[in-house]
């Protein structure tokens, strides 16, 4: 008899059910299972959707820390640390995504917490604790959720409150000190309300060293939840959702690779210094720093069912608070010393009434968003004397041979973004085997920004010095008449030559038809047509109107993409096989592409084309094996694109975007008591930045992972684990500084982690 409880299944769940690949008595090894990812209880199998799920158990056994760790089993989505582990994440979906780290900006992959959008960028790298299942639709999203999605969402979903008693102990201890805690107590505090609490925290040492000072890439995180469900009718509930949590460690590190000397030498950068070492979690940081990230927020989720509608309202804030104080320069000089603040809060609400009439069955909905996002940014740039020398074209040794106060920066911003949304589906049976899918969105959204970069802060910094008085006394703008300004950069009204473009204003209709025909009760093919759309924004980086940026530069235009997908969904061998696929054609209008401006993230629209497949396989080929694969195959090309300082360029490959990749997991289960298991994750070759650049360029790489477990008991489990067996060192993201300053930041991620879990669980 098949005793093992998990599931391995992290090939495909939906909505309201858990894993699919879980044991049983029958011959069968998979359950049915019961979906809600069109607002509807299904069948898994019987839904035309492209997904990858987790359960709760299996994210603990693939030992997922963090949010972004599922990208590791999830064909076709990648996700990038552009700003250090614990920051804001670049994710991408089929190549779909944002690699923007500015934190006004929204990404096109859409992360649900609980059925609430979460806006906020800083807010999206979390503790994985006490969930039920995560869930990844692919695709256009937005005629059943309620904030539109150009290319997918991420759905990370509690576990709920339940009547009977239930608690949860999970204890980590591994490499760098780790210590790593979850807890979760729930059960009925009267015969109408149930409640839940649940806690994690997450704490180690860092792992990249640091020879002149504190080392770097720790962890310092905690986090809670209370869940209270209030059975108010029989058919009528209100679920309160309170959470929130908080990291704050030393700041990030990275890695330096010396590109320019200043003469056009890769011996050194412009301040002489160059880590020859070859130890890629090693360097000489001389700025500590700091990464502080709060957050915290409330919902509440009313649900009222009778026999011929459902009512759902989800009502929602969320807040999320960040400080991130970077060693930009990596090395032992202050050279180039930012500093990123900001403040989020958003407010939602969601209604949706769905129901079935006679021949078809209906969903409407209506969703209203807004959020405001304040921005505090400070970077001071210094330059060794002579190189500045150099620069200003002044004698020799005017500047002296010290470090000197080249450029300082101190930007202000505030953006407010408000969105309306009306959606609705219907499924109409044709035939017994054929059904037709139509759904239809509008979306409304207006977003205004004010944005100020004084050139005050440091007036005795060398450009500052050149901007604020009259006359032109550098030569810097090459008019005598010139009449000195306080500002870098100022994108207000006050400003006649920002007046009337302050403001975005978008209104979009999108839609959905798709065709489902089940061509025998185990196998179901489906063809969809989609409509995403995302809005315009607003660039809010370092905007500097000496890189050559207008301010008719500052707004960007809004996106669509146009989804053709194809796919089957089967199950065969009596149930032992089962095997979802998709292809797909993207038609992507006004991508919004990241390049630079000077040291400032700026996004372009460009036209783009993305195809590919995705391919999930489970197999049970004996009584006590488990295997799962996925792949992806994924061809992308923008058209074109402008990059200051470079000009145009065609024909690139999205960033985040191998053009394939492959994930497995292979488990057995040796005893009643004992199992072993291996999963791997290979991505091929792919790029961190939109020209393609040489060192941009990542090669293919392939990451091993183990875990053995012992059963002791049906509640107790102990585990022992390595991540990342073979010691792989891989890049997460790289920057080019050169033009800045001479060096490359390289991001590698994590070395090889041992480690043993103990699991308590009662319920």
């Given at each position: 008899m098949r005793q093992h409880k998990?599931?391995?299944?992290?090939?495909?769940?939906?909505?309201?059910?858990?894993?699919?690949?879980?044991?049983?008595?029958?011959?069968?090894?998979?359950?049915?299972?019961?979906?809600?990812?069109?607002?509807?209880?299904?069948?898994?199998?019987?839904?035309?959707?492209?997904?990858?799920?987790?359960?709760?158990?299996?994210?603990?056994?693939?030992?997922?820390?963090?949010s972004v760790d599922i990208a590791a089993q999830t064909p076709g989505l990648n996700i990038g640390t552009p700003v250090g582990e614990g920051n804001n994440p670049s994710i991408s979906l089929r190549g779909v995504g944002l690699n923007d780290f500015n934190d006004n900006n929204e990404g096109p992959i859409a992360v649900y917490r609980d059925d609430v959008y979460q806006s906020a960028m800083p807010g999206l790298t979390f503790q994985l604790f006490d969930l039920e299942r995560v869930e990844v639709l692919r695709g256009p999203q937005g005629t059943l959720y309620g904030r539109n999605a150009t290319g997918g969402l991420v759905h990370f979903i509690s576990a709920p409150p339940t009547e009977d008693t239930e608690v949860l102990f999970d204890l980590t201890l591994a490499e760098y000190n780790q210590i790593k805690t979850e807890a979760a107590v729930g059960g009925s505090l009267t015969d109408s309300i149930q409640a839940r609490l649940a806690i994690a925290s997450n704490n180690h040492d860092g792992y990249v060293e640091n020879r002149i000072g504190e080392d770097a890439n720790e962890a310092d995180s905690r986090a809670y939840r209370l869940q209270v469900n209030f059975d108010i009718t029989d058919d009528f509930t209100a679920l309160l959702n309170v959470h929130g949590g908080k990291s704050k460690t030393n700041a990030p590190q990275y890695q330096h690779l010396a590109s320019d000397d200043g003469a056009g030498n890769a011996t050194s950068d412009f301040y002489g210094y160059a880590d020859t070492d070859g130890d890629n979690?090693?360097?000489?940081?001389?700025?500590?720093?700091?990464?502080?990230?709060?957050?915290?927020?409330?919902?509440?989720?009313?649900?009222?069912?009778?026999?011929?509608?459902?009512?759902?309202?989800?009502?929602?804030?969320?807040?999320?608070?960040?400080?991130?104080?970077?060693?930009?320069?990596?090395?032992?000089?202050?050279?180039?010393?930012?500093?990123?603040?900001?403040k989020n809060e958003q407010f939602s609400q969601e209604?949706?009434?769905?129901?079935?009439?006679?021949?078809?069955?209906?969903?409407?909905?209506?969703?209203?968003?807004?959020?405001?996002?304040?921005?505090?940014?400070?970077?001071?740039?210094?330059?060794?004397?002579?190189?500045?020398?150099?620069?200003?074209?002044?004698?020799?040794?005017?500047?002296?041979?010290?470090?000197?106060?080249?450029?300082?920066?101190?930007?202000?911003?505030?953006?407010?973004?408000?969105?309306?949304?009306?959606?609705?589906?219907?499924?109409?049976?044709?035939?017994?085997?054929?059904?037709?899918?139509?759904?239809?969105?509008?979306?409304?959204?207006?977003?205004?920004?004010?944005?100020q970069n004084l050139a005050t802060s440091n007036p005795d910094a060398v450009v500052n010095s050149c901007l604020?008085?009259?006359?032109?006394?550098?030569?810097?703008?090459?008019?005598?008449?010139?009449?000195?300004?306080?500002?870098?950069?100022?994108?207000?009204?006050?400003?006649?030559?920002?007046?009337?473009?302050?403001?975005?204003?978008?209104?979009?209709?999108?839609?959905?038809?798709?065709?489902?025909?089940?061509?025998?009760?185990?196998?179901?093919?489906?063809f969809n047509i989609a409509n995403g759309f995302k809005s315009g924004g607003f660039n809010g980086g370092f905007l500097d109107f000496t890189d050559g940026v207008t301010e008719e530069d500052v707004a960007f235009d809004s996106e669509e993409l146009t989804s053709y997908e194809a796919g089957i969904?089967?199950?065969?061998?009596?149930?032992?096989?089962?095997?979802?696929s998709s292809v797909f054609y993207y038609d992507y209008k006004n991508y919004q592409a990241l390049t630079f401006a000077g040291l400032s993230q700026f996004i372009n629209n460009s036209d783009a084309t993305l195809q590919g497949l995705d391919v999930e396989v489970t197999w049970v080929p004996g009584d006590n094996w488990d295997i799962k694969l996925g792949a992806?195959?994924?061809?992308?090309?923008?058209?074109?694109?402008?990059?200051?300082?470079?000009?145009?360029?065609?024909?690139?490959?999205?960033?985040?975007?191998?053009?394939?990749?492959?994930?497995?997991?292979?488990?057995?289960?040796?005893?009643?008591?004992?199992?072993?298991?291996?999963?791997?994750?290979?991505?091929?070759?792919?790029?961190?930045?939109?020209?393609?650049?040489?060192?941009?360029?990542?090669?293919?790489?392939?990451?091993?992972?183990?875990?053995?477990?012992?059963?002791?008991?049906?509640?107790?489990?102990?585990?022992?684990?390595?991540?990342?067996?073979?010691?792989?060192?891989?890049?997460?993201?790289?920057?080019?500084?050169?033009?800045?300053?001479?060096?490359?930041?390289?991001?590698?991620?994590?070395?090889?982690?041992?480690?043993?879990?103990?699991?308590?669980n009662y319920y």
């Open positions: 998990l599931a391995l299944a992290i090939a495909t769940t939906l909505s309201m059910g858990t894993s699919s690949f879980s044991y049983a008595q029958d011959e069968s090894v998979f359950e049915t299972i019961q979906i809600t990812a069109k607002k509807k209880s299904q069948d898994l199998q019987d839904v035309s959707v492209s997904v990858t799920a987790f359960s709760g158990n299996a994210l603990r056994e693939l030992n997922m820390t963090d979690f090693a360097g000489e940081y001389n700025r500590q720093g700091l990464l502080d990230i709060d957050s915290d927020g409330l919902s509440l989720k009313l649900n009222w069912e009778n026999a011929n509608y459902t009512f759902t309202s989800i009502t929602a804030v969320e807040n999320v608070e960040k400080l991130h104080q970077e060693d930009t320069d990596v090395g032992p000089y202050s050279g180039l010393l930012p500093q990123f603040g900001s209604l949706r009434l769905s129901g079935s009439a006679e021949s078809f069955d209906w969903i409407v909905g209506a969703y209203y968003f807004e959020n405001e996002v304040k921005g505090a940014l400070d970077l001071d740039i210094n330059y060794p004397g002579p190189l500045i020398d150099a620069i200003t074209g002044a004698p020799e040794g005017t500047f002296g041979p010290d470090l000197v106060p080249f450029v300082s920066y101190d930007i202000d911003y505030d953006q407010d973004t408000e969105s309306y949304g009306l959606f609705g589906q219907i499924e109409k049976p044709l035939t017994d085997k054929l059904t037709l899918t139509l759904g239809l969105r509008y979306t409304s959204e207006e977003r205004s920004m004010d944005y604020i008085p009259a006359g032109d006394v550098c030569g810097l703008v090459g008019d005598t008449s010139y009449p000195g300004t306080d500002y870098y950069f100022n994108f207000t009204d006050q400003n006649p030559a920002a007046a009337g473009l302050t403001t975005i204003d978008d209104d979009n209709i999108s839609g959905q038809i798709g065709l489902d025909y089940k061509v025998s009760k185990d196998t179901l093919v489906f969904k089967t199950t065969l061998a009596s149930g032992d096989v089962r095997i979802n992806s195959l994924l061809d992308t090309e923008i058209e074109s694109v402008v990059v200051r300082g470079v000009g145009t360029v065609e024909d690139r490959e999205m960033v985040l975007a191998p053009k394939y990749t492959v994930n497995g997991i292979v488990r057995y289960q040796a005893t009643d008591e004992i199992s072993a298991q291996l999963d791997f994750n290979h991505q091929g070759e792919q790029f961190f930045d939109i020209t393609n650049s040489e060192i941009s360029n990542e090669d293919s790489y392939t990451v091993f992972n183990a875990r053995v477990g012992y059963q002791l008991n049906d509640n107790w489990k102990v585990s022992a684990f390595v991540k990342n067996i073979t010691d792989e060192e891989y890049r997460v993201y790289s920057f080019d500084f050169t033009q800045s300053a001479g060096f490359i930041q390289e991001f590698y991620a994590r070395p090889r982690w041992v480690g043993v879990n103990i699991q308590y």
